[in-house]
């Protein structure tokens, strides 16, 4: 391929380009990159910047940028073949990724069902647990409901759309949309009663308890990101949170489908957040970070008691009809199984809890400027809320754009960033060292005071 140059690649993307989330009358004014390559933990763009990817490519790059051993699977797969359908047939590389994945799941979660991105793999988990309910040795079928949080985001799928909780994003379509059981966000900072505490005072808890049982007769089932909202804005949930709701669930015949699409396969400090949190869910969908962000590939992982509820002659109609032409893409699970091996074999999850981790949560605690108002982390993943006022925690208005031009300050200083609104995410690849640790935040702090001088 021969690459035009800058200017013939702006006007044609100015011209014929739509992108996802982005208000196009301020596109080429908030001046975007043009990435023509990577390198390791960085982006190169056609001006031949390189910049340190500390959101990881939106949360997806698990070990850099052209990787050696992630771009030799793939490679060698090619040679083998790039697809072949899993409909009533298989692969090699996706079936040894599926024994790979049940072996590492937290618990009796024996069996996994392919797609090709976070969306798709919480559909599938939400069809799945409803069909189950009519289907079970015991059917329910009067449960029909499920329950998820407010700020919750699973994915753009109007399925998924439908147990989102981000009004911004979400509202518009509300009356396309299935109706939900809406519990609370975790969001200390800005709650009624917690008033900006660093932690939940467990009022979430106990009001996820009373609508669980004022519904139980009619819930098939609870979906949370475990550990942290992501897109919500980088929520993390009081200790405990997750426990008492797989508690609750048990109780009252609930299913629970964490969705992990951000923070499974290591960003936590565990290949699984449900691991970390101390829970076994019924249903785990992973995506962005299984095939070191190079290839779609997502998977829906549950029990063996839900895949048994779906056996029976094919006349009877307990078949599971969902399927996507690119599910289990071998050229994807090739990839995913190099990351896989990198986990193991580079001790991936240890070094992130014992260095990488401490490392950035300390750079995180020494974050300091009257524009912050609340500082919160999960594993390798972090938002900075920036506030017009940190004693009434006023936001700025949108109109502003305060979180775009603080990150567009920090790619001078050598980081890309993307925000979320005002939260300034910090989500690096697994592989960031500890200098590039120091870099990303020194970019972070001049960029805040940057922005807010004068
Ligand atoms: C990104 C994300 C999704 C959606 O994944 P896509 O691959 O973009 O469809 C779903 N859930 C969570 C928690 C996510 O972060």
């Known amino acids: 391929m021969k690459i035009p140059n800058q200017e013939t690649l702006q006007a044609w993307d100015d011209q014929h380009v739509w992108h996802p989330f982005t208000p196009h009358s301020v596109f080429r004014e908030e001046e975007p990159l043009m990435v023509v390559s990577g390198e390791g933990n960085y982006l190169i763009d056609i001006e031949g910047r390189r910049l340190l990817d500390g959101v990881s490519s939106i949360w997806c790059n698990t070990f850099g940028h052209r990787n050696a051993r992630i771009d030799a699977a793939i490679k060698e797969q090619m040679e083998r073949i790039s697809h072949a359908t899993m409909l009533g047939n298989s692969t090699v590389p996706a079936t040894i990724l599926g024994k790979r994945l049940a072996d590492l799941a937290p618990g009796d979660l024996t069996r996994v069902f392919y797609s090709d991105n976070g969306s798709t793999a919480c559909e599938i988990a939400l069809k799945m647990a409803y069909q189950y309910m009519h289907q079970r040795p015991d059917p329910k079928p009067e449960k029909k409901k499920f329950l998820a949080l407010s700020n919750a985001y699973n994915g753009d799928t109007l399925g998924a759309v439908s147990v989102g909780g981000i009004d911004l994003f979400h509202e518009r379509f509300r009356t396309l949309l299935f109706d939900v059981l809406r519990g609370p966000s975790p969001y200390a900072y800005r709650c009624d009663s917690c008033q900006g505490l660093s932690a939940c005072g467990g009022g979430c808890l106990s009001e996820m308890e009373r609508l669980m049982r004022a519904h139980a007769h009619e819930l098939v089932g609870v979906i949370i990101e475990p550990g942290m909202q992501g897109a919500g804005g980088i929520i993390t949930y009081p200790e405990g949170f997750l426990k008492g709701v797989r508690a609750l669930c048990d109780e009252l015949d609930i299913l629970l489908i964490c969705d992990e699409v951000a923070v499974g396969i290591g960003r936590s400090g565990y290949m699984f957040?449900?691991?970390?949190?101390?829970?076994?869910?019924?249903?785990?969908?992973?995506?962005?970070?299984?095939?070191?962000?190079?290839?779609?590939?997502?998977?829906?992982?549950?029990?063996?008691?839900?895949?048994?509820?779906?056996?029976?002659?094919?006349?009877?109609?307990?078949?599971?009809?969902?399927?996507?032409?690119?599910?289990?893409?071998?050229?994807?699970?090739?990839?995913?199984?190099?990351?896989?091996?990198?986990?193991?074999?580079?001790?991936?999850?240890?070094?992130?809890?014992?260095?990488?981790?401490?490392?950035?949560?300390?750079?995180?605690?020494?974050?300091?400027?009257?524009?912050?108002?609340?500082?919160?982390?999960?594993?390798?993943?972090?938002?900075?809320?920036?506030?017009?006022?940190?004693?009434?925690?006023?936001?700025?208005?949108?109109?502003?754009?305060?979180?775009?031009?603080?990150?567009?300050?920090?790619?001078?200083?050598?980081?890309?960033?993307?925000?979320?609104?005002?939260?300034?995410?910090?989500?690096?690849?697994?592989?960031?060292?500890?200098?590039?640790?120091?870099?990303?935040?020194?970019?972070?702090?001049?960029?805040?005071?940057?922005?807010f001088q004068g």
């Open 273 to 451: 957040a449900s691991e970390r949190e101390g829970v076994v869910p019924d249903f785990i969908c992973v995506a962005k970070m299984l095939t070191g962000g190079y290839i779609p590939v997502a998977a829906t992982l549950t029990s063996e008691k839900v895949f048994e509820a779906f056996l029976g002659r094919p006349e009877l109609g307990r078949t599971f009809f969902h399927g996507h032409t690119f599910t289990g893409n071998p050229l994807g699970c090739a990839a995913a199984l190099a990351v896989l091996d990198i986990f193991e074999e580079e001790n991936v999850l240890e070094r992130l809890r014992e260095v990488t981790i401490p490392k950035f949560e300390e750079r995180l605690k020494a974050l300091a400027h009257p524009n912050i108002g609340s500082v919160r982390s999960y594993g390798l993943g972090a938002g900075i809320e920036l506030v017009a006022d940190a004693s009434t925690r006023r936001s700025f208005a949108s109109s502003e754009r305060r979180g775009m031009k603080v990150c567009r300050r920090a790619r001078d200083l050598g980081v890309f960033l993307r925000p979320l609104s005002d939260v300034i995410v910090l989500m690096p690849p697994l592989s960031i060292t500890n200098d590039e640790i120091d870099l990303l935040f020194d970019a972070v702090e001049k960029s805040i005071q940057n922005e």
